[in-house]
């Protein structure tokens, strides 16, 4: 079924549950926005987002405590005649007995979080923001090398696991082996993670599978990172022209997201790691401002300027 479910988010999120008799499985989040229903609750029920999380903070919670009780009772039936998510309380506000019952007989899960109304919010919507987003999976290694995210791709066997056992050696950290789910949170940002089965385990040909976390400690795994560089490694071809400069980047594309991505030829004697470690610290750098392959290029273009200038005056 679409969507996150609301046992879930109780779950990520450690709130309290006011009403555990409904089944929250029958209900679920589909949007990643949350509406404050601060309207809604004086009648205007026009344009009103049923489809959102509903967040009651102070200005709603206090205003419900001066309302009559007959009229109370109208808005309350009202409002959760829609088909509503959820309802949470923050500030560790807790809802009334009426508002509860009604909840209770129209299914409507009602939470409760002891965080402020604004910080609550932003953290239930960076949350459903990943939850939600579009998925894929690929075949490939991800690992965390200087903080930049270092997606490893190639043929089966080509050797990305040795290539992530020994950065994990030299102090980096494993995302995840063989299966890499990637999130699109935004038009700029690609979120990499592992399958749970498959966590924190490494296959090593004529080994057998390797668990990261146990072997190399805590500090060489983690649970989630950005994907900023594509390399992508093939077996070494002598009539293949290979980029020597890196003057213009070359990208790869998941879920309409450009990436940068470089080929990496495998030769006998070349090091993986220390190469895949270094375009990582290469590619931080140009990050920062500095691009080496364009200092080369502005070094040879003044050097034959200087000699032009040389020349003429000769």
Known sequence: MKGVSISKVVDKLKL??????????????????VNRPALQLTGYFEHFEENRVQIIGTVEYTYLEHLEAEKKHKIYLEFLSFDIPCVIFCREFQPDEEFLRLATEQGVPVLG????????????????????????SIHGVLVDVYGEGLLIMGESGIGKSEAALELIRRGHRLVTD?????????????????????????????????????????????????????????DWRKDNDYDRLGLEEEYTEFLGNKVVCHSLPIRPGRNLAVICETAAVNHRQKKMGYNAAQELYRRVQANLQKRSDEEEEE
């Open 113 to 136: 979080s002891g965080d402020a109304t604004s910080t609550f919010m932003a953290e239930l919507i960076y949350h459903l923001n990943e939850e939600l987003a579009p998925c894929i």
């Open 178 to 234: 063989d299966v890499v789910e990637i999130r699109k949170i935004n038009e700029r940002t690609l979120v990499g993670s592992s399958p749970d089965i498959t966590r924190y385990f490494i296959e090593l040909r004529g080994v057998g599978i390797v668990d990261v976390k146990h072997l190399f400690g805590v500090e060489c795994v983690k649970e989630k990172q950005n994907i900023d560089l594509v390399i992508k490694l093939e």
């Open 16 to 33: 309290t549950v006011f009403n555990p008799e409904v089944d929250m499985k029958k209900r679920r989040i589909t949007l990643s926005d």
